[in-house]
């Protein structure tokens, strides 16, 4: 009986020592990320051709195209 108090005590001491250090850290902050916006110029297919020459170039695509004041825009980030 003696014996199992004393492990659950020292697992109950083990789990918040734990648990206070973990509070402690920090993930590592991240990079900002470059980013660009293509915008339609010279209508869908000369969108599609910037947009597959930034995706050559390693850009990578950031959602989806979205359309405003009657225009057509993609984000890509790098």
Known sequence: MK????????FVIAFVAL???????????????????????????GMEKEVNDKLAEGWHLQGGITGWGGGAFQALVK
Do not use: D, H
Request: hydrophobic fraction near 40%.
């Open 3 to 10: 014996n199992s108090i004393t492990q659950v005590s020292l």
């Open 19 to 45: 648990s206070l250090l973990m509070s402690y850290t920090r993930p590592a902050a991240e990079e900002p990320k470059q980013y660009m916006i293509v915008k339609m110029n010279g209508g869908i297919a």
